[in-house]
């Protein structure tokens, strides 16, 4: 049986086929007729099936430790809620909510807190994310609304993608943009970013600005619009506010090319051409992400690229526009219903008298929430100071995820009364609950979600829940019920809900909110079933939904005009200083996703990159002397950090490394980059400025490395400073290091490894190599040894799939040289597992192009989220 569905991971929102059989997702591949991918899928998506299964899924109600009914969970949740909120009042208790939940899900809490609890202590991850994009619409055009659809990224004629990696974190965009390319010889693509990265590989031109330069650069770009006379006069006069303050602010600040150039550290003639291109070329489209979201200037950062689209009016018109790319696949979703502190519900506002009215009498409720909450960094921040006492997590980690994480996990210890539903077990977060929910998966949940280009698709169960698992709206619903809103959240099916969600969004709306639906709030259950992907608003006049915004020149503002912004560049909060010299910024990599509870559950994606690193610039590394692959210590006044050097060229700027942000404590001793950012945000939308923090870096020089292979992760952490596990097809690899000397590694074997029947070793002054088997099995492998002789590690592996190790085996095993399996190198091509050996071989054969290399391969021609790097090791 075949079912449509979407992927759950980013924004960009891929409609997903998935083959079912015998209650199993078989197969998945990307739907052709899903308007955001055509068919494609990146290895994400298309590894959606590998991560599915009841082995490590949260699979019952658990409170204080023990596995409870859910009505016993429920009852402890509501009473402990309700209990929180008679002795201090409804802004002791919050929810922290997630870009991953759907948006029946997001309804139905949003409603809860801020509709009959009566606080606005309601934020979610998406604060970390895309705030500074909602806050920087709302400032320009009066409302949280994208203006632009995907289609524009093939009709534009300049795309400037800025803060975003789209090659390895948004690829089906990426790869939309690259045939868009080829087919346009006349569109050219400029990527602004202080890192070289795999989108570099479609850019006409890279503006490797300083970090935290955004605003200077869209700044002057304004001022140099103005200064050159390629304004718009006509558009700027029918249909903005503001104009003449945002230039005189902009040519005071940057009054030629020059200062720009100083202020963003770059080439003087790349910033003349990269305004030159933008000056001329009407159809522009600025794609803009976490980059330039994550930062304390982030709304600011927005509203300079906003204000340039504005001064020369691109906007509301085929490929043209400032466009959002949201890093998850429903934070779009959240916006709508209102999941952020700062909103009421369907685009109202909390400051609004006559909006907490009519949506107090949509929802039946006198008790609506009048001021905003606490935004996510404040909000554990009140935990701690004890002003929150109850905090229930829905889907998220920000015991790994949140700036300055360990004072995240500090809170969480003390406060009175944790919640924590998710569908996974063993998460940083999970561990600290009080109360642990089951909640629905991918593959299990029902719903909608919205991508970045407005369009609402259909996530649909494919198979039966795993154990006791429940949709998130059905537990909330339960939980509310049990507080007394019996009627206010008695729904059956979430279709309900979407229908409600719907009507909200229509209600005395007479066009004055940009979100509206109306149109779908008729939907039965079979019309809701058979929804399909389209972009809001969805009203009357526009029955199959909109593609683009504003193309009328009419805004949501009291004017009814798009506003101008001045902004005042400043440097970021988080200065270098002589303890901590080094800039550090964080991001995704190709193969991961989030804090790795779902994609760590697939040994496919860690071979990509297998543990936690840090990428910094070569002439930093042979100063601090530091080389390539040996262990690397980051630090500041927070916490330590610990990964494996990925020295580069120009890649990384002087002064500035990067780091991953998935690596959890069930991944890597010291790897939470979270833990290292400091808690500043910006003044307006609250949002972290994930992307600069201030560390100091400095070689780890172990006294003794190794590695480990079991057949089983191990329950508790290792006592080493470093440990990183890599899961494998049928055993967990460990790498190893500690600046303590072990005298008797024998007996730390024993100690870690406990009983076992059979016991083979080999030890010299040098080494150290020991083994353990139960019955005919391998249980583990212990090699001391460093890293760079770390051996292919494949033979080893491949003997935990077997039932029975041999004499011969047992011979070998210690000298891993039983291994006739070819080690492939690190795995560049992860849809066909094409590893970096096999590609240089073909190389040096004559594979002289991607074609070559595909033909003889298959390399890159499945998602083609490898082609950047295929193409560097082609010298293109
Ligand atoms: S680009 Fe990849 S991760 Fe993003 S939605 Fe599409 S398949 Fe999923």
């Known amino acids: 049986m075949q079912t449509t569905t979407t992927c759950p991971y980013c924004g960009v929102g891929c409609g997903v086929k998935a083959e079912i059989a015998d209650d199993c997702v078989v197969a998945v591949k990307g739907n052709e007729e899903h308007p955001a991918n055509f068919g494609r899928l990146c290895v994400k998506g298309s590894s959606l099936n590998e991560v599915l299964g009841a082995e490590g899924r949260l699979l019952n109600p658990v409170v204080?430790?023990?596995?409870?009914?859910?009505?016993?969970?429920?009852?402890?949740?509501?009473?402990?809620?309700?209990?929180?909120?008679?002795?201090?009042?409804?802004?002791?208790?919050?929810f922290y909510l997630s870009g991953q939940l759907l948006t029946e899900d997001y309804y139905i809490a949003n409603k809860l807190m801020k509709g009959f609890v009566g606080t606005a202590?309601?934020?979610?991850?998406?604060?970390?994310?895309?705030?500074?994009?909602?806050?920087?619409?709302?400032?320009?055009?009066?409302?949280?609304a994208v203006p632009c659809c995907y289609e524009d990224l093939e009709l534009a004629e300049l795309i400037i993608i800025t803060g975003s990696n789209a090659a390895w974190n948004h690829p089906i965009l990426f790869q939309r943009m690259k045939a868009a390319k080829a087919k346009n010889p006349n569109l050219k693509i400029v990527v602004v970013d202080p890192r070289r990265t795999a989108t570099c590989d479609i850019a006409d031109l890279h503006i490797q600005l300083k970090a935290e330069t955004d605003s200077s650069l869209f700044t002057g770009l304004l001022s140099y619009l103005a200064r050159h006379d390629y304004l718009n006069y006509e558009y700027i006069a029918?249909?903005?506010?503001?104009?003449?303050?945002?230039r005189a602010n902009a040519e005071l600040t940057f009054p030629d090319v020059d200062s720009v150039a100083k202020a963003c550290d770059l080439p003087i003639m790349q910033l003349r051409t990269f305004f030159e291109w933008y000056a001329k070329t009407e159809k522009v489209v600025t794609f803009y992400s976490q980059g330039v979201n994550q930062s304390a200037s982030g709304t600011d950062n927005s509203n300079a690229i906003i204000n340039c689209h504005l001064a020369t009016g691109r906007l509301g018109k085929e490929g043209a526009g400032p466009f959002s790319i949201t890093g998850q696949p429903n934070a779009m979703g959240g916006r709508e219903v209102g999941g952020l502190a700062n909103q009421l519900a369907a685009h109202m506002e909390l400051n609004s008298p006559e909006a907490v009215d009519r949506v107090g009498r949509f929802w039946g409720s006198d008790n609506v929430a009048t001021s905003a909450g606490y935004k996510a960094v404040d909000l554990f921040e009140a935990i701690e100071e004890g002003k929150v006492k109850a905090i229930w997590i829905m889907g998220t980690n920000p015991a790994v995820s949140l700036p300055n994480a360990d004072q995240v996990v500090r809170s969480l210890k003390q406060c009175p009364l944790v919640v924590v539903s998710d569908c996974m077990a063993h998460t940083d977060t999970v561990a600290l609950a009080n109360v642990c929910l089951p909640a629905t998966g991918w593959s299990e949940k029902n719903g909608t979600v919205t991508n970045s280009e407005r369009r609402i698709s259909r996530q649909r169960s494919l198979l039966p829940p795993s154990g006791e698992a429940k949709p998130d709206w059905w537990i909330i619903s339960e939980v509310a019920k049990r507080m007394g809103y019996e009627q206010a959240f008695s729904y059956d099916h979430p279709y309900e809900i979407f229908k409600e969600h719907a009507e909200l969004s229509g209600f005395e709306n007479n066009g004055s909110r940009a979100f509206d639906i109306s149109q779908?709030?008729?939907l039965d259950l079979k019309s809701y079933d058979a929804l399909k992907p389209q972009q809001w608003p969805v009203t009357d006049a526009a029955p199959y939904g909109t593609a683009r915004l504003f193309a009328d020149g009419k805004f949501f503002t009291p004017s009814g005009k798009a506003q101008f912004i001045t902004v005042d560049p400043h440097d970021p909060l988080q200065q270098p200083c002589d303890e901590m010299p080094f800039v550090m910024n964080t991001g995704r990599i190709r193969d991961q996703w989030h804090t790795m509870t779902h994609t760590g559950r697939t040994s496919r994606l860690f071979q990509h990159r297998e543990e936690p690193f840090v990428e910094l610039n070569r002439e930093d590394a042979e100063k601090l002397n530091i080389k390539e692959s040996e262990l690397v210590k980051l630090k500041n006044i927070q916490a330590e950090y610990i990964g494996r050097a990925r020295i580069v060229d120009t890649d990384?700027?002087?002064?500035?490394?990067?780091v991953p942000m998935h690596w959890n404590k069930q991944f890597s001793a010291k790897a939470r980059m979270g833990a290292l950012v400091q808690p500043a945000v910006d003044p307006f939308s609250g949002q972290p400025e994930g992307k600069h923090a201030v560390v100091n870096v400095e070689p780890?020089?172990?006294?003794?490395?190794?590695?480990?292979?079991?057949?089983e992760p191990l329950d508790d952490a290792l006592p080493v400073e470093y440990w990183s596990r890599v899961p494998k097809e049928s055993a967990s690899l460990y790498y190893l290091a500690d600046s303590n000397k072990i005298e008797d590694m024998r007996s730390w074997c024993q100690e870690q490894f406990g009983e076992i029947d059979i016991w083979l070793e080999d030890a010299n002054q040098n080494s150290f190599r020991a083994a353990g088997l139960n019955g005919e099995q391998l249980e583990w492998a212990f090699f001391r040894m460093p890293y760079g002789q770390i051996p292919s590690t494949l033979w080893l592996e491949q003997l935990f799939a077997e039932t029975e190790v041999n004499m011969d085996q047992r011979r070998f095993l210690l000298s891993v040289t039983g291994c006739e399996l070819e080690d492939p190198g690190e795995i560049i091509c992860s849809c066909y597992q094409v590893g970096s050996h096999a590609i240089e071989d073909a190389i040096q054969q004559g594979c002289n192009s991607l074609?070559?290399?595909?033909?003889?391969?298959?390399?890159?021609?499945n998602c083609g989220s490898c082609i950047p790097e295929l193409n560097g090791m082609l010298g293109k």
Request: charged letters at 25%; a negative charge; proline letters at 2%.
């Open 520 to 522: 779908l709030q008729d």
């Open 652 to 658: 990384q700027r002087r002064g500035e490394i990067f």
């Open 851 to 861: 074609d070559a290399l595909g033909n003889k391969l298959k390399c890159g021609t």
């Open 700 to 711: 780890y020089n172990p006294a003794w490395e190794g590695w480990l292979i079991t057949r």
């Open 64 to 94: 204080d430790g023990e596995i409870v009914e859910w009505d016993s969970a429920l009852e402890t949740v509501a009473e402990g809620f309700k209990r929180t909120i008679m002795e201090h009042g409804p802004d002791s208790v919050a």
């Open 238 to 246: 029918n249909f903005t506010e503001g104009f003449a303050d945002a």
């Open 121 to 144: 202590n309601v934020d979610t991850n998406s604060r970390l994310c895309m705030s500074s994009a909602v806050a920087g619409y709302k400032r320009a055009f009066g409302a949280d």
